[in-house]
């Protein structure tokens, strides 16, 4: 700060600063009320200014000021000035060079008086309209053996004493203090400042805990994936907020006794966290103690980097890669049986219209009917493994979904399911195997129907409907024109770890004695053939929705 901006400043209530000091010489009592200042004051030029005034009034001096080095050595920069009441004309925006008695005191880092200024070599460095100064003394205060600023003093009711320069030497080292705690504390702040920067822009989550789990730190990142403001998020109980209901009891046990053991949990650990919406995210964290001044534990600091579309990209991968295992296995094994069995239904046909016994003509026609099962099973094989489709020609939208719906409608009948379509008659003609997205079509179906078989729900709550739609759409990634049929049920929804594995060949939630086939996995296979996608999404409790999307011809 400078003289030309800040002008006489007034005088300090030094009474303020002796409380506890009052029955104490006068000189011990400035001397302490200007320590206290120094310790309790972070404010450099309040501090400066006790300092200063107690100087000042043990000294005898009635006028002075406390200037800074300037960064480049040349100048002193006033903090403030006491001209003593005395006129002072001087023009605020002349520079103050170090030169004359005050560079003594630079040079010489000690205190230094002249008690005849005026008549002094030094008067002549005065510029005009100065204050008249009868006698001056300044001195220095000094910071790692270097004089960075000075305390002036003038006009004593007589003469400056080595007893003087003693005491402005004292004072000055207080001074020098002031100043050092200030520059400190600086540092602290813009350090802070710029730990709570990068704190900010972490891209991971930054966690602090108290000893009792409750959050006493965290980041913007982690409010966002936490789905709250970090400062609202500070003081919440960490395992009860934030965590899965089934894991918080595990963790918490293991966090207790990283506090009582003093166990430092830098060790990588993955957990899932859970979200103010209820969402889980799974989380990789990086934990350390968080340790006081007696090196007693006060709780963790843990780094957290959000991997939850990793694990799902790692697990998407693992599926394509068994989907992909199960393909070779589906074709290998529908190629291996078809052989044989048409053989053995060959032979039970021929069995069958043979002149035998009544019974062995039962037993055959048993024998074709299971073959012509297992022959449609390996169908489904062929069409979940084959890549290519087969026996294709362009057949209207209306005509498959139909043949689907008019095979699925005895069943419908007997649970109580209406079966409504909605078909768009100006949907371009597909070119497909109607027989196979029939069929897949009809698996659908079938797979809704069963669904509404399990339903424990209470009847009468709502009409148990099945609604088939076909509508033209644009492919958001192709931009080519799709066919979206949408089968949509009211019926109790699949589980999320369910809707996970629906693809999957052979899975079911149907007991273990009910038949089980490829399922969605072979609609999945067909529709994929066809160059086309498949999507399901559900909710527990409300009902399916299947989308298929096929290319046009």
Known sequence: MSHKENGEVERIDLSTWFEGYENLPRDVALYLAAARSVLEVEDFPTSARVVFDACKEMTGATAGYVALLSEDGAENEVLFLDAGGLPCTVDPELPMPIRGLRSESYRLNKAVYDNDFMNSQWVDFMPTGHVVMRNVMFSPLVIDGKAVGLIGLANKDGDFTDHDAAVATGFGELGALALR????????????????????????????????????????????????????????????????????????????????????????????????????????????????????VQGTLSSGHDITEQRKLEQAMIEAQRLETLEILARGVAHEINNPLMGMMNYAELIESADVPERCKEAASEIVSEGKRIAQLTHSLLAFAT??????????????????????????????????????????SLYCNPSLCSRALLDVLVNALDAFRSDDRPDGDTDRTIEVTSQLVQGEQSGLELVRITIRDNGPGIRAEDLERSQTPFFTTRERSERRGLGLASVRGTVRQHGGTLAIASTPGEGTVVTIELPLA
């Open 181 to 296: 705690n200030a520059q400190n504390l600086e540092r602290i702040r813009e350090g802070r400042e710029t730990a709570e920067r990068y704190l900010q822009i972490a891209p991971a989550i930054i966690l602090g805990l108290d000893r009792e789990g409750h959050i006493s730190l965290l980041n913007r990142t982690g409010g966002e994936i936490l789905g709250i403001d970090p400062a609202e998020a500070v003081g919440l109980d960490w395992f009860g907020n934030f965590l899965a209901d089934g894991d918080a009891p595990a963790i918490h046990a293991v966090f207790e006794q990283m506090l009582d053991e003093g166990v430092d949990g830098r060790e990588t650990v993955e957990a899932q966290v859970k979200t103010t919406q209820g969402e889980l995210r799974t989380i990789i964290w990086h934990n350390s103690m968080l340790t006081g001044p007696d090196g007693g």
């Open 387 to 428: 890549s290519e489709p087969t026996e294709e020609r362009e057949v209207m939208v209306s005509r498959i979904v139909d043949r689907a719906v008019s095979l699925a409608r005895p069943l419908s009948v007997g649970l109580g399911v209406s079966i409504t379509v909605w078909i768009d008659e100006s949907i371009p």
